[in-house]
Every structure is written in structure tokens, then in C-alpha cells.
């Protein structure tokens, strides 16, 4: 098995998007696995700052994936670059690692800089990356309300009583 097919599809993104020097924060399913929940999840949800630089790097790491706008016409025209960036907020992508979400604004938090001042840093194979908290994790989850998300809840929840045990 080559060393491609054992990496997550949220390694192989970061590396990507971290070479480029793109800023971003793991939201989402793959934020709860990090904490540890046993939720499985194959999308890769990620909250990324809508500076005009950061804006120019995405695009650039953005042309490295190839990605596809999800669910859209095959022949819709979309051109990866910074002013199409802006001009959007939240999009989604297929990618040959699998589903992307870019993420410029989540409910009810905020934006990039408003998520970014919790964030903790976490190791993913070897890659440094920005992680939501915790907390704010679970307010989203809290506010979005679907389903899947109180199966979420419950983890995250019991996640976070663990840690405040640990940490006592």
C-alpha cells in the first residue's frame, strides 16, 4: 500500500493548503474526530480567512487539488482564482481526496478571525494544524440542529466532561 492511500483525505488537503501557506481552521466531522469522537465522517469541513492574500494562496493550493464545484452543472464555468474566492464564501468541492467544504463564515460564530481566537493547534501526521475549540464546536452543533448533529452533541459533550476530569 503506497504511502498516499494511507493518509486521511484531511492530511493530504492540509499538506496542500499548508504549502501554500493558506490560513485555515478544521471545523466540523473532522474537528470531532481529532477531539476523538467515533463518529465517522468523510468530508473535510474547513474554515479559511478571506484576506486578499489568503485569498490568492487558496486559489493557487485550490488548482493544485482540481476540484469540481459539488452538485453543479459539469459545464458551469468556474475559474479558480482569488476574485471568484471573494466573491463566494462558503463553497463546496469534489477533489480527488474526496468532499471539500471551504468555509468563510459559520453560524453562529463568525468568521475566520472569530473562530481562529480559540483554536487549538494540533499534530495530524506530522502537520501542524488550527483546530476549532472545543466549545465552539459544540455551539454550532448546538444552533445547526440536524440529526447527525445530536448524535454529535452526545460525543462531544462526554469528550469535554473527560477533559475537564483530566485537567483537574
Not at 500500500?1 to 483525505?9: F, G, P, V
Not at 472569530?114 to 466549545?135: F, P, R, T, W, Y
Request: hydrophobic fraction near 40%.
Amino acid at each position: 500500500m503506497s504511502e498516499e492511500t494511507q493518509r486521511s483525505a484531511l492530511e493530504l488537503i492540509s499538506e496542500i493548503l499548508l504549502s501554500e501557506g493558506v490560513e485555515f481552521i478544521v471545523v466540523g466531522g473532522q474537528a470531532e474526530w481529532l477531539f476523538g469522537s467515533a463518529r465517522p465522517t468523510f468530508d473535510v469541513d474547513l474554515c479559511y480567512r478571506r484576506t486578499r492574500e489568503n485569498l490568492r494562496r487558496l486559489a493557487s493550493a485550490l488548482r493544485k487539488l482540481k476540484p469540481s464545484l459539488r452538485n453543479a452543472p459539469p459545464d458551469l464555468p468556474f475559474q479558480i482564482d482569488e476574485q471568484s474566492l471573494a466573491l463566494g464564501c462558503n463553497f463546496t468541492f469534489d477533489t480527488p481526496f474526496g468532499d471539500l467544504d471551504l468555509l468563510g463564515f459559520l453560524e453562529p460564530i463568525g468568521d475566520f478571525e472569530a473562530i481562529s481566537a480559540g483554536a487549538e493547534s494540533m499534530d495530524l501526521g506530522g502537520l501542524s494544524v488550527k483546530v476549532i475549540n472545543l466549545d465552539d464546536l459544540i455551539r454550532i452543533k448546538e444552533y445547526i440542529r440536524r440529526p447527525k448533529d445530536q448524535e454529535s452533541l452526545f460525543q462531544l459533550r462526554a469528550i469535554k466532561k473527560i477533559r475537564a476530569e483530566h485537567s483537574d
